[in-house]
Structures are given as structure tokens and as C-alpha cells.
């Protein structure tokens, strides 16, 4: 990346991050910091809800009720497989991954 797009890059991700902090409640904000530290490369998360409300000490049901609002507010993506879930952070949110990867999915 050039300097430019960094620095516009680097604000953007800046912007989302104060966005976050100032819309999301508690428990929102909880299960998406869980969710940011357990994603796999290009924001895969494969962790079932019981596990997460396990590691977050949040409830079952509310984390379900959780990430269908992470989702509706526009911080993840959910996909089914069969019966599984499987998430993903939003590239324009956070990424983890190549620059080049990242570039392609924007």
C-alpha cells in the first residue's frame, strides 16, 4: 500500500473501532472482542454460540440473541452449514489476513 491509502486505510479502521465502542452495548461488545480474538485468517470464526457464551460468561440464549444484532448492525456475517454456524467479521470492519486479500474483498 502506498502512504495515502494507508493513512486513509489506518482512519477508516479508526473510525469503525469508535463506531463500535460508541453503538454496541456491553454484551455486544464482549462477544465481538471474543469474536476479533478467535477469528482465523480472512475472518473466519468457527466456534460454536455455547462455547462463546462459555468463554464470555454471557448466557446461551443472549449470545444468540447477540449475534443475530452483531449481524443486523452490520459487524458480522453468519453462514449455516447443515445445522452449524459459521461467522465472519465484516472486511470493512476488521481484517486479518493479506493486504492483497483484503483488497480483493472490499
Excluded: C
Amino acid at each position: 500500500l502506498g502512504p495515502d491509502l494507508l493513512r486513509q486505510y489506518v482512519a477508516e479502521m479508526s473510525r469503525v473501532s469508535n463506531k463500535a465502542v460508541k453503538e454496541l452495548t456491553e454484551g455486544e461488545l464482549r462477544v465481538f472482542n471474543y469474536m476479533l480474538g478467535v477469528m482465523d485468517f480472512e475472518n473466519w470464526i468457527s466456534i460454536p454460540q455455547k462455547q462463546m457464551a462459555k468463554e464470555v460468561g454471557i448466557h446461551p440464549v443472549n449470545v444468540s440473541k447477540i449475534v443475530k444484532r452483531l449481524k443486523e448492525k452490520g459487524y458480522i456475517e453468519i453462514y449455516k452449514k447443515g445445522r452449524e454456524n459459521f461467522y465472519r467479521i465484516r472486511p470493512e470492519v476488521a481484517w486479518k489476513g493479506t493486504e492483497r486479500e483484503h483488497l480483493k474483498v472490499l
